[in-house]
């Protein structure tokens, strides 16, 4: 069976769902269509269950009811996964093992060849290309722990970018990056949504990607606050959201191989 969805598929829809940690409901009841193709932020204060929502999409966070798609299929049901591309929130890349960008970026394209599988150079060309469009190519061979804080941002984005993904979700793109490596990322991403990704950015401050995003869904206590034009969002949203980290990350989740968890049952409606 295909992975390709119908024509005019939305990339993301969701039914009724309730998406949580275990058996603890953190986003409930939500209904929300993103269409192929467009660029949305996703806003919310510290526990809103705005990051909850986007690792729920990533298979990282369990369905608890409803449906979940993600490029037509179930989530998690996607064979191909180098079809959704994933920045996690990290100001920064590990040290621990030397590597270089070059390295580094060609880990993205292994969900499009599986582990066991060696790149070839339509993969190489890929990585390069991702490398370039971050614009870090005089950077390729460079030791990754080497580059500054923004620039290892624009490494993240580049490993995702290699797989060529139809989707790209984004958890704080900007965190702690200075103003020249956000207009570079803004540049990135202008590219990238012009050519047809559909991009999903979590984010406690739109405003350096205000560019790129133009519609917002507030999510404020596990609930769609708001979903409209970027431009409004700010009525929606509770005062000092822009200064709050993102929901906490349970125990044991890990940011580059995500698996995938889904419960058909409903839980109850309490507050966590």
Do not use: F
Request: neutral net charge; without cysteine.
């Amino acid at each position: 069976m295909s992975d390709t969805p119908p024509a005019g598929a939305p990339a993301i829809r969701l039914r009724r769902a309730t998406i949580g940690y275990g058996d603890v409901p953190i986003v409930r009841d939500v209904d929300l269509v993103v269409g192929a193709g467009e660029a949305v932020a996703v806003l919310g204060s510290n526990g809103s269950g705005k990051t909850t929502l986007a690792r729920g999409l990533l298979g990282l966070a369990a369905v608890l009811g409803g449906e979940v798609e993600v490029l037509g299929a179930p989530v998690g049901g996607l064979r191909e996964r180098g079809r959704v591309g994933y920045v996690p929130q990290r100001h920064s890349i590990s040290g621990a093992v030397p590597a270089t960008v070059r390295e580094i970026v060609g880990v993205g394209r292994l969900a499009r060849l599986g582990l066991l599988r060696r790149l070839r150079p339509v993969d190489r060309t890929a990585v390069t290309d991702a490398v370039a469009a971050v614009g870090l190519a005089d950077r390729l061979d460079h030791a990754v722990a080497a580059l500054s804080g923004g620039q290892q941002r624009r490494v993240l984005v580049a490993r995702a970018l290699a797989a060529e993904p139809e989707l790209l979700i984004m958890d704080e793109p900007t965190a702690g990056v200075d103003a020249a490596n956000q207009e570079a990322l803004a540049a990135v991403l202008t590219r990238i949504s012009a050519a047809g990704t559909t991009v999903v950015v979590v984010t406690h401050e739109a405003a350096p990607l205000a560019g790129v995003l133009s519609r917002a869904v507030v999510v404020d206590h596990g609930r769609v606050a708001y979903d409209g034009p970027l431009a409004q969002a700010s009525a929606h949203e509770e005062p000092g959201v822009h200064h709050h980290p993102p929901d906490r990350e349970p125990s044991g989740y890990r940011l580059d191989q995500p698996t995938v968890t889904t419960r058909p049952r409903r839980t109850s409606d309490g507050e966590r």
